[in-house]
């Protein structure tokens, strides 16, 4: 095994138990301020710090004024895809009823770790999202999917909706007005691909968790049980009791003008002390959070930095010649790669670069779905390929074969990071794809960007076919 | 006889209640099943089909989608351990390699005294305090070797009785809707007027 527990017994822990790899900083906080507080998630400590009252300002305007108010803050949805919140909402038809809120709390892409958090620290401020989000958009009941790996996460968002409905915010007449809103706290049983919105409306329909083909684009023409529906993020949503309370100006007065306001970024792997962090979006680069004192420390026992996957497992990989690439999403397109769900992986010198390849891959190949034949059949090919390779047996016509299968899951240019060592120039995102949804290219966006960054390490692997190597345990050896 | 049992045919109707068509309640009402028995059998599957008025077929259609539905009987204790990349750059595959030795079984298969069921998993959304495993779905942060073989000591002798229900109790305290608050649900296919204070008009 190339990895040891022992080399990393160094790795600063978080100082707040409850709330596992957060770290606060002395920075603007939106969505994390109650996570200082070991009972952030009580209605007592949400009313002590300012809760409900974004409701009760949202509540004192017109719906359409608090759409306004979002759809000027320019809030990004922190899903993944990054679509504006507020521009979102108005793809609702006009004057069909029922409409529904669908909460994707399905956390599941590699390397994100914000949303359980949410969940767990600040139940209240969700809930009090849903209900600003069902006012201005004229939402008639929200479902909260909730990820089924995460029973602690349900069971605080649980009682925090016995309170809210006992204190009078959620159910009829909300805070004496007409508004009445239900939230149903719904389960997920695992499957990644269900954090597809479509698939995740499937799944609330009591379905195999499938996308959906495309066109509408949108469920909010057509989604749960063929009404509009809008489907949210919960970071998204956790962050509109600050728009409907303080406005859209002291939003937009964080971050920059295309990315206004802060995010959540989990950083993990070979870094010092790594966390979750809340930054200023837009502004902050990669060099920045993997380096500075405030944030991550540097690469763990003063190594070098091989490479980083900057915005969940199904975006391509940068190396330490994209460092000072900004969280700005049209920049780390160009780049090569995108910002997605707000996750960072970093690799020192010492990473076996395939074998990290390889864990990805097997993930997107074991989390399709099985609808589109390029995803089903390509991704599993991939995998074995890749263990093939890893396990030592591979050869230089598997290299090529990996290409292949690719090019029939993304047709032509695949995006990339440039590379100075190489002499490479980047190719911009996205890439074309032959699938309803992302779970295909994702499965070969680590692969290629792994063979495209670092081909010395697959060639070595390939040339060294013939040499006795152990059987990895997962295929089944014992000693 | 593995039907839901009485007390948890009313908690399955309450759910029922919340959601405008009733198979959206499938998933739930599976899980309580499988909190009921440990894992997804047969019988529970037709009674959960009667319940929702859908096909068992159905049923089995949709719950053999998910990953956390096993369909044969499981060790008291599920521990899953991850292997995605954050967990797998920390050392994941040594932790699963000494877990098999600790217990004496591959991933995939439980314990002869019927107690633990091992298994390898996918990310489980806590990357920074890698390498983690759930028992249960409970979180264990930056597991040691050190760390599993305890924590099978634990689970063993009962220590942790408290802090992790057996396999298939997910959340220990359900949402209750109190009756006097609650909005109520329509039939989406029988409405077409909105409620009374929805009145958007176009920016």
Not at chain 1, 175 to 182: E, I, K, W
Not at chain 2, 83 to 109: I, K, N, P, Y
Request: aromatic share 8%; charged share 20%; net charge negative.
């Amino acid at each position: 095994m190339s990895t040891d527990y022992t080399e990393n017994t160094d790795r600063v822990v978080s100082p707040l138990p409850w709330a596992p790899g957060f770290y606060p900083g002395d920075r603007p906080q939106i969505v994390t301020s109650r996570f200082q507080y070991e009972d952030g998630h009580t209605i007592e400590r949400y009313h002590a710090t300012g809760g409900y009252e974004g409701l009760r300002a949202a509540l004192a305007k017109s719906p359409a004024d608090v759409a306004d108010e979002v759809k000027n803050s320019t809030l990004l949805g922190r899903g993944g895809a990054g679509f504006p919140a507020g521009v979102k909402w108005g793809f609702t038809p006009q004057g069909v009823w029922p409409r529904y809120l669908v909460v994707n709390g399905d956390e599941s892409e590699p390397g994100t770790y914000k949303d359980r958090l949410l969940m767990e620290c600040d139940p209240h401020q969700l809930i009090e999202g849903c209900l600003i989000a069902c006012y201005a958009a004229g939402l008639s009941q929200c479902f909260l999917y909730i990820r089924g790996e995460m029973p602690l996460a349900h069971e605080r968002v649980a009682v925090a909706l016995d309170e809210a409905y006992a204190a009078g915010y959620v159910g009829t007449d909300i805070l004496g007005t007409d508004f009445g809103v239900d939230i149903v706290l719904h389960t997920g049983a695992g499957a990644y691909v269900v954090g597809e919105e479509t698939a995740l409306i499937e799944s609330l329909e009591g379905e195999r968790g499938m996308p959906r083909l495309k066109p509408p684009y949108f469920p909010a023409a057509v989604g749960l049980y063929g009404q509009p529906t809008i489907v949210n993020n919960v970071e998204t949503l956790a962050n509109l009791p600050f728009i409907a309370k303080e406005g859209s100006a002291a939003y937009t007065a964080i971050g920059t003008a295309t990315s206004p306001g802060t995010r959540m970024i989990a950083v993990s792997g070979h870094v010092m002390r790594p966390g979750v962090y809340e930054i200023v979006n837009g502004s902050t680069t990669f060099r920045d959070l993997l380096y500075g004192d405030e944030f991550c420390q540097g690469i763990r026992d003063g190594n070098d930095l091989k490479a980083f996957v900057p915005g969940g497992g199904s975006a391509p990989w940068f190396t330490a010649d994209q460092l000072d690439v900004a969280f700005e999403g049209p920049e780390a397109g160009a780049a090569g790669s995108m910002l997605g769900s707000g996750a960072v992986m970093v690799m020192d010198s010492t990473t076996d670069i395939p074998a990290a390849a390889l864990s990805l891959v097997r993930f997107y190949a074991h989390e399709s779905c099985g609808k589109c034949v390029p995803c089903r059949e390509g991704g599993t090919w991939l995998y074995r390929l890749v263990q093939r390779i890893v396990d030592g047996n591979g050869t230089d016509a598997d290299l090529q074969t990996i290409l292949d299968v690719g090019q029939s899951i993304c047709p032509g240019d695949m995006p990339h990071a440039s590379s100075e060592r190489l002499g490479l120039d980047a190719v911009p995102f996205p890439y074309k794809m032959t699938t309803i949804c992302f779970v295909g290219p994702s499965a070969y966006v680590p692969i290629h960007s792994a063979m495209t960054l670092f081909p010395e390490d697959f060639d070595a692997l390939v040339t060294k076919r013939g040499e006795r190597r152990s059987i990895p345990v997962m295929a089944g050896a014992g000693e | 006889m593995t039907r839901l049992n009485d007390h948890n045919v009313l908690v399955a109707k309450e759910i029922i209640a919340r959601y405008p068509k009733k198979k959206s309640a499938l998933i739930p009402l599976v899980h309580l099943s499988q909190q009921q028995n440990g894992y997804v059998t047969d019988d529970a599957m037709r009674h959960v089909a009667e319940l929702i008025d859908v096909t068992p077929a159905e049923v089995y259609g949709t719950a053999s989608f998910y990953e956390m539905f096993r369909f044969e009987p499981t060790g008291k204790y599920l521990i899953n351990i991850c292997g995605t990349m954050s967990c797998q750059l920390m050392g994941a595959d040594a932790l699963m390699h000494h877990a098999e030795h600790t217990l004496g079984v591959r991933a995939g298969s439980t314990t002869p005294d019927g107690l633990i069921t091992l298994q390898h998993a996918e990310c489980q959304a806590a990357c920074t305090e890698a390498p983690t495993l759930q028992v249960n779905y409970r979180h264990r942060y930056r597991v040691t070797p050190e760390a599993f073989d305890q924590l099978v000591d634990d689970l063993r002798s009962g220590a942790l009785e408290a802090v992790v229900p057996p396999h298939g109790t997910l959340a220990r305290n359900r949402q209750q809707i109190p009756a006097d608050r609650a909005v109520g649900v329509t039939d989406p296919d029988d409405v077409t007027e909105g409620p009374a204070w929805i009145q958007v008009t176009p920016a």
